[in-house]
């Protein structure tokens, strides 16, 4: 069956494009060939840029007023955002002539892409506003526009350039090898197709700017200016004492309905905040101890007033007090009656034994000097040796007794402790003259809910009688 060349190569260029099909003989000296060579001719057109973004707009001003039914119009409207800029439109591509019978495929140049719209700005938040009034009623003489600003309004998207249209989309060149009539005559036809630019992309629209937020209504129901909320503080004893210190704490309530509240046509959020209680609480410090008040004066102390109006005193852990609590009417009253510093409290020292077998005493002195105020117990691990273990270790000692030491064997001269051991349940040969001992006095001592723990270890050699 004859096939006609130029309905087979147009099947074959539909099913591949500028793919490269096969050589195809259609007789003994004639072969068809699609060409790969590929060339543009002209310019593409240029891309338009994208619009810019429009500016975001500033938000109004708060204002605080004082309301006493006077006539007033407030413009508190936040400003609006600004258009976001247009995209530019694509620039056509540039045709010029497209080449003739050229031994190469052909690409007509594209059009540019529109640019870009740019995205609204946004618009401004309306100014919040803040009346003081002992008279609700006295808004409704007031007209306020609080509303947020709108947002700009967004750029369109430019449109795609022209693409340039080939004038000749197919084209043939024949080429012979040989003279006509010799075996080795070959005349090869090649095939060429020139591809249509393609058409420029329209730029994508841009966003509407947010809009901005209604201001907001604030209602102090007071005739003068609210002083800073302040419910707790760490302050000196030397200030709590000298003049005290002012604790406040502001209740506030959200309500809705702020619209209704003023001159009709306002706008501003319906919701708002009102002060419902303003709670004043004075504190002052009473020294009533006789311990000297200049090392004390220097100690913070923090207070926290509370929803049941009360405050809370916390009382740094290294000082330990004696005192009550007086409240009458706005004002709170800390006595103290004691004081005493943390570490005062174990300061025991300067231990000595004297005495022998019943008569064996070990002594202790408060350095810290307040074992008229704490309350003190001691236990004692009374353990021997043969060994000199004054000014050396030694591992040969025996635990003799061990346990609380009853109140009845210690006695309280002032600051001097007097601990009759020698009366203690312990065998008499365990107080024989020449024995090592280590005594060992854990002291507990409390006053005013505190405590605190102190070792005292004694190493001697017991006398004689």
Request: net charge negative.
């Amino acid at each position: 069956m004859h096939v006609s060349g130029k309905f087979l190569l147009f099947t074959i260029f539909f099913a591949s494009s500028f793919l490269i099909p096969p050589v195809i003989t259609l007789d003994g000296c004639h072969d068809v060939v699609w060409s790969a060579d590929i060339k543009s001719f002209g310019e593409d057109g240029q891309n338009g840029q994208s619009g810019q973004t429009g500016q975001n707009n500033k938000n109004s001003d708060d204002l605080t007023l004082f309301a006493d039914g006077s006539p007033l119009t407030l413009n508190l409207a936040g400003f609006d955002g600004e258009k976001g800029k247009d995209g530019q439109d694509g620039e056509a591509a540039n045709c010029k002539s497209q080449p003739v019978d050229v031994s190469y495929n052909l690409q007509a140049p594209s059009g540019g892409n529109g640019g870009n719209g740019g995205n609204g700005g946004d618009g401004g938040n309306g100014g919040s506003l803040t009346i003081y009034t002992t008279d609700i009623t006295n808004l409704e003489q007031i007209y306020v526009n609080a509303a947020g600003g709108q947002g700009g309004k967004f750029g369109l998207g430019g449109r795609g350039g022209q693409a340039c249209q080939c004038n000749n989309s197919y084209w043939s060149l024949e080429t012979c090898t040989g003279n006509p009539g010799d075996s080795d005559y070959r005349c090869t036809t090649r095939e060429f197709r020139c591809q249509d630019g393609r058409q420029g992309s329209n730029g994508v629209s841009g966003l509407r700017g947010r809009d901005g937020v209604v201001g907001k209504l604030t209602l102090i129901n007071f005739d003068k200016p609210l002083e800073p909320d302040e419910s707790a503080a760490t302050v000196t004893m030397a200030t709590l004492k000298k003049k005290g210190y002012l604790l406040s704490k502001d209740k506030w309530e959200t309500r809705n309905g702020a619209m209704a509240l003023f001159s009709p046509g306002s706008i501003i959020d319906d919701q708002y905040l009102a002060l419902t209680e303003r709670i004043e609480q004075s504190f002052l410090l009473v020294w009533n101890a006789p311990q000297e008040f200049s090392k004390f004066a220097n100690q913070k102390v923090t207070l926290g007033l509370e929803e049941t109006q009360k405050i809370k005193v916390n009382i740094p852990d290294n000082l330990w007090i004696e005192a009550t609590t007086q409240q009458q009417n706005k004002l709170t009253q800390f006595i103290i009656y004691n004081a005493i510093r943390a570490e005062d409290a174990t300061q025991l020292g300067s231990a000595q034994l004297s005495g022998s077998q019943s008569n064996l005493q070990l002594t202790l002195i408060d350095k810290g000097q307040q074992s008229d105020l704490i309350a003190t117990k001691f236990k004692i691990i009374y353990r021997t040796t043969r060994s000199d273990a004054r000014f050396r270790s030694v591992s040969d000692y025996i635990t003799r007794y061990e346990g609380e030491i009853p109140e009845e064997l210690v006695t309280l001269d002032d600051n001097k402790f007097t601990i009759a051991i020698g009366q203690l349940p312990i065998k008499a040969n365990e107080f024989e003259s020449g024995l090592g001992v280590e005594i060992k006095i854990l002291a507990l001592r409390s006053f005013a809910g505190h405590s605190a723990k102190q070792v005292i270890t004694v190493k001697d050699i017991l006398k004689p009688f």
